[in-house]
Nanobody
């Protein structure tokens, strides 16, 4: 299970840090990603973290957002700086996790956390 948190209301230019914590008995926490979605639009990939540690970002957030992972806590973070009103969305975390006792990864989604950036 993934639990996303950290959303809220912030003024343009401000910062937020989103967290996505995996719970339960985990054998390995593979790749992870953050997506965002606004009403009437498709969910878009914001940032991704491969199991090897490499990261990729949407062009719209490059240089402003940073995705990181705390392996000891089975948690990934999305540090969002210099926020813009157009960043407002519901943010979802996604991860492929191998639960203890499984021989393969399962795909998990967090419940979504709302980010609102005021101008």
């Amino acid at each position: 299970q993934l639990q996303a948190s950290g959303g809220g209301l912030v003024q343009a230019g401000g910062s937020l840090r989103l967290s996505c914590a995996a719970s339960g008995s985990i054998f390995s926490f593979n790749d992870a990603a953050w997506y965002r979605q606004t009403p009437g639009k498709q969910r878009e990939l914001v940032a991704s973290l491969a199991s090897g540690g490499s990261t990729n970002y949407a062009d719209s957030v490059k240089g402003r957002f940073t995705l990181s992972r705390d392996s000891a806590k089975n948690t990934v973070y999305l540090q969002m700086n210099s926020l813009k009103p157009e960043d407002s969305a519901v943010f979802y975390c996604n991860a492929h996790i191998v639960p203890l006792g499984y021989g393969y990864a399962l795909n998990f989604w967090g419940q979504g956390t709302l980010v609102t950036v005021s101008s």
